[in-house]
């Protein structure tokens, strides 16, 4: 068996429903042929970058596992046929995969997936800067703004008016 990984994009329009019956049809691809789903996250409604078939939103699926070459080969045709299906891309992670290593990468997603809650809230950082701002502005000095002597040009312009009405510069000499 060797390792994939593939990610799919479908028509937003699809009720969570027809959602879980492509991913399910999917693992089931993949566990007929003795192949196992290391994990399977559904990110969600995201904006697509440019439009896929004239839709510029897709749902996005990310599929880990490991499986023959076969499977994929199948499980790709299917997309190919499903109108739900917008993209697909499977990218090979490796050759060979052993059972221990399938457990350890489970338990390494899982890991990855449980994300602790802050247990305190905090302050936004624009709202810290606001008031840190407020704070040093009542004890700082105000700032005084200069402004910088113009530049002198070495011809000097006058103006003056032509037949129609309209100013003109000549350089003065």
């Known amino acids: 068996m ?21 991913t399910d049809n999917t693992t089931q691809l993949i ?13 969600g409604m995201r904006k697509l970058a440019y439009p896929i078939k004239k839709e510029s939103q897709g749902y996005y699926v990310l599929c880990d596992f490991a499986a023959s070459p076969a499977v994929v080969s199948e499980i790709e045709r299917k ?11 499977t990218v090979k992670i490796s ?10 990468a489970r338990s390494e997603a899982e890991a990855r997936a449980i994300v602790p809650e802050p247990e305190e809230e905090t302050v936004a950082p624009t709202e810290e800067k606001t008031e840190e701002y407020v704070a ?13 002597p113009a530049e002198e040009d070495s011809v000097e312009a006058s103006a003056e008016l032509d037949s129609d009405g309209q ?7």
């Open 31 to 43: 566990q007929e042929d003795k192949g196992s789903v290391i994990f399977l996250n559904k990110w």
């Open 167 to 173: 100013e003109t510069e000549e350089p003065v000499q």
């Open 95 to 104: 050759d060979a995969i052993s059972a221990e290593e399938i457990e350890t």
């Open 2 to 22: 060797r390792r994939y990984e593939q990610v799919c994009i479908l028509r937003p329009s699809l009720s969570e429903e027809e959602i879980t019956r492509i």
């Open 79 to 89: 997309f190919r046929i499903d109108d739900a299906v917008l993209k697909y891309l």
């Open 136 to 148: 040093n502005s009542e004890t700082a000095p105000e700032e005084k703004v200069v402004e910088a």
